[in-house]
C-alpha cells in the first residue's frame, strides 16, 4: 500500500508544480508586457534609487495594492527584490 500512496502523492506534487508553473509563467509574461511598454513610454529609472527612491516605490505598490493591480504589484515587488538583492552585493 505504500507504494501506491507514494505514487499517488507524487503524482499529486508533480500536478500542483504543474500548476505552479504556469501561475509564475502566466504573470511573468504580463509583467514583462508591462515593463516593455513602459519602457517605450520612456519611463525609467527603475534600479536608480537617486532618482526614485525605495520609498516612492513602495508607496506605489500600495496604491497599486489598493487599485487591484497585481501585474503592477508584482512588477514593483520585483524591482524593490532587485534593488535589495544588489545591495548585498
Do not use: C
Not at 1 to 22: V, Y
Not at 29 to 43: A, T
Request: charged letters at 35%.
Amino acid at each position: 500500500m505504500d507504494g501506491q500512496r507514494n505514487r499517488s502523492e507524487l503524482g499529486a506534487m508533480r500536478k500542483d508544480i504543474t500548476r505552479l508553473n504556469k501561475l509564475v509563467n502566466g504573470i511573468t509574461e504580463k509583467m514583462k508586457k508591462k515593463f516593455i511598454s513602459q519602457s517605450k513610454l520612456g519611463y525609467d529609472g527603475w534600479d536608480d534609487h537617486s532618482r526614485i527612491p525605495d520609498v516612492a516605490l513602495q508607496n506605489k505598490l500600495l496604491a497599486n495594492v489598493r487599485r487591484g493591480d497585481w501585474v503592477d504589484v508584482a512588477n514593483l515587488a520585483a524591482i524593490l527584490q532587485y534593488r535589495q538583492e544588489k545591495r548585498k552585493d
